[in-house]
Structures are given as structure tokens and as C-alpha cells.
């Protein structure tokens, strides 16, 4: 599997943008995925991740209620719908995935994934 991430850009604080992740190959269908980002002089920070199913989802406090993570098996892409957004969500968004899926929870640590697109930037003016 690899992944592209786009979607990114420049929104003023309370609005929208949706983020896309786009894989490559055949087991997309079997894997979870996850969305971190990284602002400047920040760790990465997790964000978001769904199952190879799309039966379970998991958020950061920082942006539940706020952020959906959808995943399209048809499609062969993840999605992060980002609403209500704020000064504080201006980072670099990538998407994560691992190959062959870890069973059992999501997993929220960088290191439990060993698959990651490029990056996307999303900048949030006030």
C-alpha cells in the first residue's frame, strides 16, 4: 500500500475542509487508517483512525465532535472531514496506515504505523 494525502489549504477559523488520502494497491480493504499532524515545533499528534471496516472510530479530545474519518474501500480512500476548524488545527496532516493491520484496538501512537503519505498542509487564519 502507499498513500497520498491532499485536500490541504488556507481557511478562515470556523470553516471547512476535507482531507483525502488516496492508496494504492489491493489490501486497502484490510487495513485501518489513521490521520496525525504535526504543527510547527510540535510532536506529531494523533488525530483520528478507523478500522479496515469502517465498524470502529477513534479521536483525539482535541477535535471530537469537530473532525469525521471516513473511509471508501470502493474508492480506495480515506477521508477526514474537518469542520468548526480553529487556529490550533494549522499543521501538516498525513495519513498512516500498516500492513498487515494490527489486530485488536486502533492504535493512536506514530509508531504503530509504518506506512505514511506525503503530507498536506492546512492553515487556519483567524
Known amino acids: 500500500v502507499q498513500l497520498q494525502a491532499s485536500g490541504g489549504g488556507v481557511v478562515q477559523a470556523g470553516g471547512s475542509l476535507r482531507l483525502s488520502c488516496a492508496a494504492s494497491?489491493?489490501?486497502?480493504?484490510?487495513?485501518?487508517v489513521a490521520w496525525f499532524r504535526q504543527g510547527a515545533g510540535r510532536e506529531r499528534e494523533f488525530i483520528a483512525a478507523?478500522?479496515?471496516?469502517?465498524?470502529?472510530?477513534k479521536y483525539a479530545d482535541s477535535v471530537k465532535g469537530r473532525f469525521t474519518i471516513s473511509k471508501s474501500n470502493l474508492r480506495n480512500t480515506a477521508y477526514l472531514q474537518m469542520n468548526s476548524l480553529k487556529s490550533e488545527d494549522t499543521a501538516v496532516y498525513y495519513c498512516?496506515?500498516?500492513?498487515?493491520?494490527?489486530?485488536?484496538?486502533?492504535?493512536?501512537?506514530?509508531?504503530?504505523?509504518?506506512?505514511w503519505g506525503q503530507g498536506t498542509q492546512v492553515t487556519v487564519s483567524s
Open positions: 498512516a496506515t500498516r500492513h498487515p493491520r494490527v489486530v485488536g484496538a486502533l492504535r493512536t501512537e506514530a509508531t504503530d504505523y509504518t506506512i
Open positions: 494497491g489491493r489490501t486497502f480493504s484490510s487495513v485501518n
Open positions: 478507523v478500522s479496515w471496516n469502517s465498524v470502529s472510530t
